[in-house]
């Protein structure tokens, strides 16, 4: 059995075992080390952890439901399964939590412009919603493929008076946007925050973002504990970045008899280029700040990946999930695109929750082990994200093309 | 002593500054490439980077990001690289560093590399995204093949970080002229004089200043501060506006020396 010392991790340089640490040019080491003194500061300040609370209660509508998925439950004829309904934040999904967070951060710092990127626009809404409510300035880096798949997205940013910058290189998705906030932040890195939405890139990101997100597991935690007067067996989530398993993972780990799954992208086949699943197919490597899993290349270039969600669509995975990966404390596995589709659908019917096709990855998961699994036994799905955003995208492929 | 700490010294003899061309391995093929480290030569290079193409070049301006974006389309490899630096060796003891982010070296497999890379006639390394804190290890691996391990100093460094640059640099240290990616620029910014200087605070190593530099006046401006200066996006953009001219080369070798002051 391993034993877990999670007061250790990271370590003061931000690894996670081998992983993590901190990969960027030399412009922005010393912001970095600003960065987490300042992280560290408000961390154990109880005026900032008081005011991120009541934004969390009064403004993003925390504590989020643990609700019992009977009917979904009852179909899959297994175990029961228990949604953490992290769609009902304010802004639809958990995003909210690291940018509410990260923004009084900024602004405790003293800077005046916010930066950020998002893939599926999620992160990218919070995040502009986040200044809207601080009165901070916002851009926003976003691939141009991404913009094409989530149009109204980005008509919410600009209505939230984020200015959106179109990412034309590369795959011109998330990693894309990814490169570009960067080379805004070593530009303009004096007055500038960064407001990175998942557990990637250098030491502080991964480990101030899960700290962010991991009110979903606490929170779940007492949930189950008052509903069921027990932990439960299996913890499920997608993982793109890792944010919003990790949110929900982290408070179960030292608890040995709660087992946990992280459902990567599968995309539309196993070859390089047609899914995002690191922990199947990818390698150590190092990525946009951070070492952990990369999909690429024999020659370490960066390959391309596909998933039916722009928010798993990416090469590389946070540095503390390829440490719990090599540890064996997560079980990491793929859903396809197909599979995840059929989930979206079957939860929205079953029982009136449209999942975002992120979450349906984890969905899709249950519907696999939940008939397995004893009756008396229990599911928490992370429901990440609600699904209006993804009701075009669904429709064009329901009516073919 | 290496190539690139000659060059070094022997420049310093003769009063003169390092001249440094940045351009990228196999933009738009390695025949070219070739080629270009020969006309560079002849038009007064002391030193040349060699970049390795990597497919998400995060420090990059755009000019940069399209010379690996040609080159990775057209089919380069390191190994391919390395076999091109073999033969350019054999006509040339120009120092040559080989200058790349992480990923592509760490894939190939650092032990492996260093060892070939030494071989094929690279005098030394500088990578992008290798903070001091991560390099331990690397620089370790480069240093035992009798290589230069060259770091970036940023205007954003602190001292105590311009320390461990020092202490982990060999060769000469790489002082970056402002906050940004690689691109060209109007004028100097006002930092490079008080990083060069705080830099010689904490080392002896030559200083050679880059990001920005594109005009004959910051060349000489440069010079003045510094002990070499690297002229990267400038020439680049030069490769990229003869791209199928049939004598790419030689206007490439005119803007370099024009830049350089000399033609």
Not at chain 1, 82 to 92: A, I, S
């Amino acid at each position: 059995m391993i034993n877990l010392n999670l007061d250790q991790l990271p370590d003061a340089q931000g690894h996670f075992g081998p992983y993590g640490g901190k990969f960027v040019p030399e412009t922005l080491m010393h912001p970095l080390e600003e960065l987490e003194q300042a992280y560290l500061k408000a961390k154990n300040d109880p005026a900032f952890q008081a005011e991120l609370d009541r934004l969390l209660r009064e403004y993003s509508g925390r504590p989020t439901p643990l609700f019992f998925a009977q009917r979904f439950s009852e179909h899959l004829g297994g175990a029961k399964i228990y949604l953490k309904r992290e769609d009902l934040n304010h802004t639809g999904a958990h995003k909210i939590n690291n940018c509410l967070g990260q923004g009084l951060l900024a602004k405790r710092m003293g800077k005046k412009r916010v930066i950020a990127e998002t893939g599926a626009g999620q992160h990218g809404v919070a995040t502009a919603t986040v200044c809207a409510l601080l009165n901070l300035d916002c851009e926003i880096y976003m691939g141009e493929e991404d913009m094409r798949r989530q149009e109204l997205n980005v008509f919410r940013m600009q209505l939230l008076g984020a200015k959106v910058h179109r990412v034309s290189s590369g795959s011109r998705t998330l990693k894309d946007a990814i490169n570009e906030a960067i080379r805004d932040w070593v530009t303009n890195v004096r007055h500038t925050y960064y407001l990175l939405g998942s557990v990637l890139s250098s030491h502080p990101y991964p480990v101030m973002v899960r700290d962010f997100q991991s009110i979903i597991g606490r929170e779940a935690r007492e949930q189950v504990l008052a509903q069921e007067g027990r932990l439960p067996d299996l913890l499920l989530a997608c993982v793109g970045g890792g944010s919003n398993s990790i949110g929900l993972f982290y408070s179960f780990l030292k608890d040995q008899n709660v087992a946990m799954v992280g459902v990567e992208a599968g995309g539309r086949g196993k070859a390089l280029g047609e899914h995002a699943a690191r922990f199947n197919g990818g390698k150590p490597g190092i990525l946009q700040g951070t070492y952990s899993y990369v999909l690429q290349t024999e020659e370490g270039q960066i390959a391309n990946t596909h998933s039916i969600s722009a928010g798993l669509d990416y090469a590389s995975v946070g540095p503390e999930h390829a440490y719990l990966h090599d540890l064996g404390r997560i079980r990491y596995t793929a859903v396809d695109d197909g599979q995840a589709l059929e989930a979206f659908h079957l939860l929205s019917q079953l029982e009136g929750i449209i999942p975002a096709l992120e979450s349906a990855h984890a969905v899709a998961e249950s519907m696999r082990l939940a008939p397995g699994l004893g009756r008396g036994r229990i599911i928490i799905i992370n429901l990440s994200g609600r699904g209006d955003k993804d009701v075009q995208t669904v429709s064009q492929l329901v009516s073919g093309p | 002593m290496t190539r690139i700490q000659e060059k070094f010294q022997e420049l310093k003899h003769r009063k003169q500054k390092a001249f440094i061309p940045y351009i990228t391995l196999g933009d738009p093929d390695l025949e070219t490439t070739h080629q270009l480290v020969l006309e560079l030569e002849k038009s007064g290079a002391d030193i040349i980077e060699l970049g390795v193409p990597f497919s998400d070049p995060l420090a990059d301006g755009p000019v940069i990001q399209r010379a690996s974006e040609r080159a990775l389309r057209n089919g380069f490899s390191l190994k391919k690289g390395l076999k091109m630096v073999s033969e350019v060796r054999k006509q040339t003891a120009l120092p040559l560093v080989l200058f790349s982010y992480y990923n592509p070296l760490f894939a190939y497999g650092l032990p492996a590399l260093a060892k070939e890379a030494r071989a094929s006639g690279i005098d030394g390394f500088l990578i992008t995204d290798l903070s001091v804190e991560e390099a331990q290890v690397p620089v370790g691996l480069i240093k035992e093949m009798g290589l230069d391990a060259v770091f970036l100093a940023a205007p954003t460094s602190t001292e105590e970080r311009i320390e461990k640059i020092a202490r982990f640099s060999s060769g000469f240290i790489y002082a970056v002229s402002r906050t940004g990616v690689t691109g060209m620029q109007k004028s100097i910014s006002e930092e490079v004089r008080p990083l060069v200087d705080r830099i010689r605070a904490h080392s002896t190593l030559p200083v050679a200043v880059g990001f920005g530099i594109s005009e004959p006046g910051q060349v000489q401006q440069i010079g003045r501060v510094a002990d070499g200066v690297v002229v990267g996006s400038a020439i680049v953009r030069s490769i990229e506006e003869n791209l199928g001219n049939p004598h790419l080369t030689e206007r490439v070798g005119d803007f370099t020396r024009w830049l350089k002051g000399g033609g």
